[in-house]
């Protein structure tokens, strides 16, 4: 009997034993599965392509050690890893520009609006249009910036150190760095100041014959702060002006402006789009002579 006794209690723990066992398999192979669903969703994840809207990121004050004047940076895209690409849109009011610096991996900028200068240390200062590519070497100091008299936008395109650097900050470019003569001027001996030779502004080469004071104000206020003000992205400040316009019924200011915000970002879609949305609330004869504009625009393009 005691030994019947001593079979059964073996046998029951040799049967939990294996319960155990199986149980623990189980629950490892769910945990598994856990596991690599989770990796497979990152991974599903990290390869999906990703859209960043531009109004969803609206342009910042960079810090005032390393800039001059009021510049503003609208970041685009962060470096994601294995890439180490970082990029961002920059607005120089006029007369902004960086301190010297340098890029550990190059710096490549595309200018989109405006004019201004770059400089390498011991080189001529350039002068930067739109549609201009500057290709800056790694290690070299420099700076760039607005002209005296002119914006700059221009799109900075930046590679990353494995350990995050991307720019290596100096001095600041003094008053008389800033303003020494281009590479087009010093090769003219007789050519006048940069801000003699540099072309006319907007509203004076428009009104500034014959209303200079009013050509001074809105060329300084309105588009020499008001516009390069960092709180609003310039393809938002072109909507807003815009719809403001298609309001009041202002088809001679509407032909500049379409034109402005097709250079700011402003793809003609969404032009017409606005309009169609402005013809409910501004009326439909506003919105139709808006279009008429912003085709006799788009075609001259």
Do not use: C
Not at 11 to 25: P, R
Not at 170 to 184: C, F, G, I, L, N
């Amino acid at each position: 009997m005691k030994s019947t006794k001593m079979n059964l209690f073996a046998a029951m723990v040799m049967s939990l034993s294996l319960l155990a066992s199986a149980s623990s398999q189980t629950s490892g192979q769910t945990n598994q599965a856990g596991a690599g669903a989770r990796t497979g969703a990152a991974t599903q994840k990290s390869q999906t392509i990703s859209i960043t809207r531009s109004s969803s990121q609206p342009p910042q004050m960079r810090e005032v050690e390393n800039f001059t004047g009021s510049v503003g940076v609208e970041p685009l895209l962060e470096a994601t890893a294995p890439a180490r690409l970082a990029g961002a849109r920059v607005s120089f009011a006029p007369g902004a520009r960086t301190a010297w610096h340098s890029h550990p991996l190059g710096q490549t900028l595309i200018v989109t609006a405006g004019m201004g200068w770059v400089q390498q240390e011991g080189g001529e200062k350039q002068e930067i249009r739109p549609g201009d590519v500057v290709w800056t070497p790694p290690g070299v100091k420099h700076w760039h910036g607005a002209t005296v008299t002119d914006r700059l936008t221009h799109i900075a395109l930046t590679e990353q150190q494995p350990d995050g650097k991307r720019v290596e900050w100096m001095e600041k470019v003094s008053d008389a760095q800033y303003s020494a003569p281009t590479r087009a001027q010093a090769a003219t001996p007789t050519a006048p100041n940069a801000a003699a030779t540099a072309r006319p502004r907007p509203s004076q080469a428009a009104i500034g014959d014959f209303s200079p004071k009013l050509a001074q104000l809105t060329d300084d206020v309105l588009y020499g702060d008001v516009w390069e003000r960092p709180q609003l992205a310039k393809r938002d400040r072109s909507l807003v002006t815009v719809a403001a316009l298609i309001a009041l019924h202002r088809p001679d200011q509407l032909r500049s402006h379409f034109a402005r915000a097709r250079d700011n970002g402003v793809t003609q879609e969404e032009l017409i789009e606005t309009i169609t949305h402005m013809a409910f609330y501004a009326g439909w004869p506003n919105a139709v002579s808006a279009i008429a504009v912003a085709r006799e625009v788009f075609k001259e393009k």
